[in-house]
């Protein structure tokens, strides 16, 4: 079963220690060999350089909550955070930081996609267990745990192209040009877009951000008033209905939307004649990679038939919220925040899945 993770914590944006009760030493440990059994306690690392939405801040708390767990175990002494925004040169001495904090593992929501290659050679090198969550890397020597971030955007495009049909124009809201997320997610939804004969007449970076995506959608009404549709990633689509619904227009030009609640707030309120979909980015990557690097640090081998590209650890999309199940999913969640994201997580029996 997957578990809900629901709970939010604070999030913190410079780095942080989570102790557990007893100590460790500070040099690497020698179980970060695959297949080389130790009982611990272990020291995990996270380093994260975008704390700029909602979407982060339940990462974190996932894999706060996560590690937890195996604290109260004494199988984990620390969870050592690296959590403030900060470019690609800023997250390379994260992750430096906690190759000298001596952890045995890292999960990082990487910036870049081959930026930080070199660093994680460092880490490597040294035994330590590197894992990519949310944004997939080039580096062979991590671990990439996610899901098809292209297939997730595919879901959506698909679905806008079938609502305004060939011949019709739309604009698109991104989130960050550069990011490894948002170059899979577009290459893939302009890509679907094109061979549907759907006219894309310019993007905008929304920087994953609702008031952005607000403001940059407003900007596009101003520019293209005539627009047939708009697809946009998770983190702005509220900020996009929000203008479309000050514009008069949320009844005349298709939106993709998002699984996040206050997306779904806003759609409750629509009426019937309003529709939209949301496609589900789980937070909760971060908590299952945190599960995965337990087991690694405990000598269990991943299952090399269980890997994409010899090392991705690829997850099954959750169903998109759609109009034919959107009361049903409301109906679970509308007692969350508005910053709340439907999330997923995999818990440690579910991960061994990818294991021998």
């Known amino acids: 079963m997957r578990q809900r993770a629901l709970g939010l914590a604070a999030l913190a944006t410079t780095a942080l220690v989570v102790a557990g009760c007893s100590t460790v030493s500070n040099e690497p440990a020698p179980s970060g060999s695959e297949g080389e059994a130790s009982a611990g306690p272990f020291t995990i690392g ?45 997250q390379i001495q994260q992750i430096r930081n906690l190759i000298n904090a001596g952890v045995d593992a890292i999960i990082v929501d990487p910036n870049s996609g081959s930026a930080l290659d070199q660093v994680f050679q460092e880490a490597t090198d040294q035994g330590i267990h590197v894992f990519a969550i949310d944004q997939a890397v080039t580096a062979e020597s991590v671990i990439n745990v996610g899901i098809d971030q292209a297939l997730w955007a595919e879901t959506s495009a698909q679905w806008l192209a079938e609502q305004v049909g060939e011949g019709a124009s739309i604009v698109a809201v991104n989130g960050i040009s550069g990011h490894p997320a948002n170059e899979a997610r577009w290459g893939a939804a302009e890509a679907v877009f094109e061979e549907a004969g759907v006219e894309v007449l310019t993007t905008a970076d929304g920087g994953w951000d609702q008031a952005t995506g607000q403001q940059q959608m407003a900007n596009l009404l101003a520019t293209y008033p005539d627009i047939d549709g708009v697809w946009t990633q998770d983190g702005m689509a509220l900020g996009v209905l929000q203008a479309l ?17 206050g997306f779904l707030r806003l759609w409750s309120e629509q009426g019937d004649d309003f529709e939209s979909i949301g496609v589900v980015n789980p937070p909760g990557t971060g908590a299952t990679a945190l599960h995965i690097a337990m087991g690694m640090l405990q000598g269990q081998e991943l299952d090399e038939s269980q890997l994409q590209n010899g090392h991705d650890i690829v997850l099954e999309l959750e169903e998109p919220v759609t109009a034919e199940n959107f009361d049903e999913v409301w109906a679970e969640v509308q007692g969350e925040p508005d910053t709340y994201v439907l999330d997923s997580v995999l818990s440690a029996d579910d991960v061994q899945q990818f294991f021998q």
């Open 245 to 261: 619904i000050a514009a008069e227009k949320q009844d005349e030009i298709v939106m993709s939307g998002e699984a996040r609640n």
């Open 46 to 90: 996270v380093s994260n350089g975008f704390v700029g939405s909602e979407y982060r801040t339940q990462m974190i708390a996932d894999i706060e909550e996560a590690a937890t767990e195996y604290q109260d175990e004494g199988l984990l002494e620390d969870l050592v955070l690296e959590n403030a925004d900060t470019d690609v040169n800023g």
